[in-house]
T-cell receptor, first 113, second 115 residues
Framework: DQQVKQNSPSLSVQEGRISILNCDYT??????FLWYKKYPAEGPTFLIS?????DKNEDGRFTVFLNKSAKHLSLHIVPSQPGDSAVYFC????????????FGPGTRLSVLP | DTEVTQTPKHLVMGMTNKKSLKCEQH?????MYWYKQKAKKPPELMFV???????INESVPSRFSPECPNSSLLNLHLHALQPEDSALYLC??????????????FGPGTRLTVL
């Protein structure tokens, strides 16, 4: 049973518009969440994180929103650029996981010029 | 140096072969990880080393044998693998700061094919 879900396997967005990637989790013990970006033939690259004590974290064009009651988080990319085209993984962790991360299945984002 | 390097990039091996995957980082990280990733699936944790000691083994078959010779190096020894073990093997490292979560830095992976 997947504890971290990304229900959209793919997403296409026009350059300059907003990209919204969604992630849901089932384990209420998760208290730290990350987004990773992965290009083909490369390892995942850390993008942004959020702790459960916050509901928003912003870094440049990237903002992550956390809704604990809904067990839902989302990554907003504004404005989207063609270089953002990649697979985005949501990951979650809890203290009883030894701070190790459980990854979602990923969403492939395509930003069209 | 903020890189995690992995060698080889690609490996093809038969079911009777013995091979090793190598991972190296020079960021002073004291935690190192092996993940396995199948196509269109998320990375799955295999092993975690903390301060050169194996701290987590996620019920991985014994045909995979990890080794951490020192704080910068992590090996994965492979023996008698099955075709279903074909996957991308990712190495990662992180700090081990107490009381905070530490993001993991990933290498580019080794694409393994077992014939």
């Amino acid at each position: 049973d997947q504890q971290v879900k990304q229900n959209s396997p793919s997403l296409s967005v026009q350059e300059g518009r907003i990209s919204i990637l969604n992630c849901d989790y089932t384990n209420s013990m998760f208290d730290y969440f990350l987004w990773y970006k992965k290009y083909p033939a490369e390892g995942p690259t850390f993008l942004i994180s959020i702790s459960s004590i916050k509901d928003k974290n912003e870094d440049g064009r990237f903002t992550v929103f956390l809704n604990k009651s809904a067990k839902h988080l989302s990554l907003h990319i504004v404005p989207s650029q063609p270089g953002d085209s990649a697979v985005y993984f949501c990951a979650a962790s809890a203290l009883n996981y030894g701070q190790n991360f459980v990854f979602g299945p990923g969403t492939r984002l395509s930003v069209l010029p | 140096d903020t890189e995690v390097t992995q060698t080889p990039k690609h490996l093809v091996m038969g079911m009777t072969n013995k091979k090793s995957l190598k991972c190296e980082q020079h960021m002073g990280h004291r935690a190192m990880y092996w993940y396995k990733q199948k196509a269109k699936k998320p990375p799955e944790l295999m092993f975690v080393y903390s301060y050169e000691k194996l701290s987590i083994n996620e019920s991985v078959p014994s045909r995979f044998s990890p080794e951490c010779p020192n704080s910068s190096l992590l090996n994965l020894h492979l023996h008698a693998l099955q075709p279903e073990d074909s996957a991308l093997y990712l190495c990662a490292s992180s700090q081990q700061l107490a009381g905070v979560y530490n993001e993991q830095f990933f290498g580019p992976g080794t694409r393994l094919t077992v014939l």
